[in-house]
């Protein structure tokens, strides 16, 4: 079995070649080629973080099973270590044997940025390149990394409620991205004009208003991932068509779209469809240049389990990573 830290897995799953995975994941989601529950979370009250276990099973080009583990830890973020730690598991599709085993915060990482530049290539206008970021983690440079793949910056905004860790991003960008990045006052200040945002944050309450968005602005939303976080108010949702990755986890795990739901902001058909259906041509996607699209992303175990075996794959290749017999010889 092949085991494979955070170093390993950014050297064997480049962003470019995730995007492109990421868009055939998606592809055979919708396709119905993706067979996974419900992620299972739980939070004992006694507990300081929360677990969640997502199994799958996914065909096509790379098929296999793979659970994924993680935990989120938001005290790590004081300690210099990851808010989301856990791993990835695959399997070897002949024996059934344990494959490789990958560092989950780092495949996290990678695949939801890849994701979202897949949903902005769909759903963005083509000439989009006014970019602002709410949130200035890991998630923040990775969205940073993957949008600049698809789309043409001419100007990148941060805003991050902790100037400090903002500042940290600027000069992290500067040193690889010739737009030169602007630390923002507030999340409406990063907002103004942008027609590409990234909400990567961490936040319970919703830090981007309706009033906020620009038109024909394309949106990322993908820091709320559980049914009791939002980053977005419930007039932001309503003034926007809205994609997911899946209809199933958003119908059950979005506060972004549930609470407009139950406000009546916003009605059952408000979700207009998966990011797969529109890759797939049986969506239009976005409908006119002055609409604003956004993307609720909250992740699946597909996508994890799609980049464990390609990394896994380019890892041997590249010799990286401990390899140990199992079973044990």
Not at 57 to 62: I, K, N, Y
Not at 169 to 183: I, Q
């Amino acid at each position: 079995m092949l085991f494979l830290d955070s170093e390993a897995v950014r050297k064997a799953l480049p962003m470019e070649q995730a995007i492109g995975l990421m868009a055939g994941v998606m592809r055979a989601y919708s396709g119905g080629e993706v067979t996974q529950p419900l992620r299972t979370i739980l939070r004992p009250p006694a507990g300081d973080g929360v677990f969640a276990a997502m199994p799958c099973h996914v065909a096509g080009d790379l098929p296999g099973y793979g659970l994924k583990a993680i935990m989120l830890k938001p005290g790590n973020r004081e300690k210099g270590l990851p808010v989301h730690v856990g791993v990835v598991l695959v399997f070897d599709p002949g024996t059934g044997y344990p494959l490789a085993m990958l560092d989950g915060a780092e495949l996290t990482a990678i695949r939801t940025s890849a994701v979202s530049a897949v949903a902005t290539d769909a759903l963005a206008v083509p000439g989009a390149g006014d970019l602002a970021i709410i949130g200035s983690g890991v998630q923040a440079r990775g969205h940073l990394e993957a949008l600049a793949l698809v789309r043409s910056l001419r100007r990148v905004r941060v805003y991050s409620p902790t100037a400090a860790h903002a500042e940290d991003f600027r000069r992290w960008a500067a040193s690889w991205l010739d737009v030169p990045v602007e630390v923002m006052p507030s999340a409406g200040a990063a907002l103004a004009g942008a027609d590409l945002v990234c909400t990567t944050t961490s936040a319970k309450d919703p830090v981007v208003a309706g009033t906020d968005l620009a038109p024909g602005a394309h949106v990322n939303a993908v820091g709320a991932s559980v049914a009791d976080a939002r980053e977005l108010s419930s007039d932001a949702v309503a003034r926007c068509a809205v994609f997911v990755d899946s209809k199933e986890s958003a119908a059950s795990e979005s506060g972004d779209l549930r609470v407009p739901l139950a406000e009546g902001l916003t009605g059952p058909d408000h979700v207009l469809a998966e990011l797969g259906e529109v890759l797939l041509g049986r969506h239009e996607g976005r409908r006119d240049p002055g609409q604003i699209t956004l993307y609720k992303s909250l992740g699946m175990a597909a996508q994890d389990i799609v980049s464990g075996f390609a990394a896994a794959r380019s890892a041997r290749e590249l010799g990286l990573g401990i390899d140990v017999p199992y079973p044990a010889r």
